[in-house]
């Protein structure tokens, strides 16, 4: 898990390096997560797609967001709305309280069913043919933060591991905020809102707790959603590798 530090993006992580729990690890350089891309500067494009050789973007947006910008990546871009349209800047944001927050990060990935299949596909698919992929949202913490919790829940993370994953967000709240309330999209009505709510990882945990407790778990959800058996073996097998120390012993 290490931070790709850029001007005009705050919340890009590499998803490399997380423990499982049969003390394997994720693989470095094949998968990132992060916050909106709109305002990369040309410095930054050349991080992401020359240096990191990212191949695809898919954008977890509504498409009330993703019209904001005229943005255009050199690579191909996906767009799979965990939220439904039309609710943006119209509804309260969700309480910052781990147990109500966990409820809400349900709700969405349950009505997110299309995102969670497009994003896993275009994972996969990558992964087989050696191209880095990138998803993100607007901060890159909360509907970011739940299909990454999925996607390593998926493969074997732990727990542990997803919750510091996800409060990594928290590096740079207050500039990830700040760029956001510059959108009156993303500003709901909500005039005593703190200016940075940091996240706690006892909501990520919970969301997974729940998850398991309606759907099993993460694989069953994923198949659920339409995600191939053949899929997931892919990303199973690509995104997890044997660490040098465990090959040797």
Not at 82 to 104: H, R, W
Not at 125 to 142: E, I, K, M, P, S
Request: hydrophobic content about 40%; some cysteine; proline content about 4%.
């Amino acid at each position: 898990m290490t931070a790709v530090e850029l001007k005009g993006a705050y919340n890009v992580r590499d998803l490399g390096g997380l423990r499982t729990k049969d003390a394997r690890r994720t693989r470095h350089g094949v998968i990132y997560r992060g916050d909106s891309l709109d305002s990369i500067t040309p410095a930054d494009a050349e991080i992401l797609f020359g240096r990191l050789g990212i191949g695809a973007i898919v954008d977890l947006r509504t498409k009330a967001e993703t019209e904001l910008s005229g943005l255009l990546f050199a690579v191909p871009r996906y767009r799979y709305s965990v939220l439904g349209e039309g609710k943006l800047g119209l509804e309260p944001f969700p309480s910052d309280d781990p147990a109500e927050l966990a409820k809400v990060y349900l709700s969405n990935i349950d009505g997110g069913r299309a995102a969670v299949r497009g994003t896993m596909s275009v994972i996969a698919r990558n992964l087989q043919a050696g191209v880095a992929t990138l998803f993100h949202c607007a901060a890159g913490r909360d509907r970011t933060g739940i299909i990454a919790a999925v996607l390593l829940s998926l493969v074997g993370v732990t727990d542990e591991q997803i919750a510091m994953d996800y409060v990594q967000s928290n590096r740079n709240a207050l500039r990830v905020t700040r760029k956001l309330a510059e959108n009156p999209l993303y500003a709901n009505g909500d005039s005593h809102r703190p200016e940075v709510i940091l996240l706690h990882e006892d909501t990520i945990t919970g969301f997974l707790r729940l998850l398991r407790e309606k759907f099993t778990g993460p694989r069953e959800f994923c198949l659920e959603s339409g995600v191939t058996p053949d899929e997931i073996a892919v990303i199973e097998d690509y995104f997890i590798t044997i660490p040098k120390h465990a090959r040797t012993a």
